[in-house]
């Protein structure tokens, strides 16, 4: 990732509406800025939310708040708590995300 052309700025995310995307279980409130090439979310996770889809897409995330279960395909699961991140490769392992008690997260991909 080049990351270019982009003017220093400040988000208040808050003022950012989100966009409400319902999981197999649960819903993530979506908060969205694009910047060139670069996304970058900041992301709420209902309790019990449960992802409907394996993901590829190579992300760099930060748990916030809350409790985050990533699961790889191949069965190894990963538990993300508040000041934990996690990296991948476009087209790498592929994800998939769920929460008992919800989570908050900061993401760029």
């Known amino acids: 990732m080049e990351i270019k052309n982009i003017a220093f700025g400040i988000t208040d995310w808050q003022t950012i509406a989100p966009e409400r995307k319902p999981g197999e279980r649960g819903w993530a409130d979506w908060r969205t800025l694009q910047f060139g090439d670069v ?5 709420e996770y209902s309790p019990g939310y449960r992802a409907d889809h394996w993901c590829s897409k190579g992300h760099f995330l930060l748990c916030i708040d809350g409790e985050l ?11 993300l708590k ?3 991140s996690y990296q991948v490769a476009d087209g790498a392992e592929a994800h998939r995300s769920s929460t008992d008690l919800g989570a908050r ?4 991909d």
Not at 39 to 43: A, D, G, Q, W, Y
């Open 82 to 84: 508040p000041g934990m």
């Open 105 to 108: 997260l900061f993401v760029v």
């Open 39 to 43: 996304r970058v979310r900041m992301l």
């Open 69 to 79: 279960l990533t699961e790889l395909r191949d069965g190894r699961r990963f538990v």
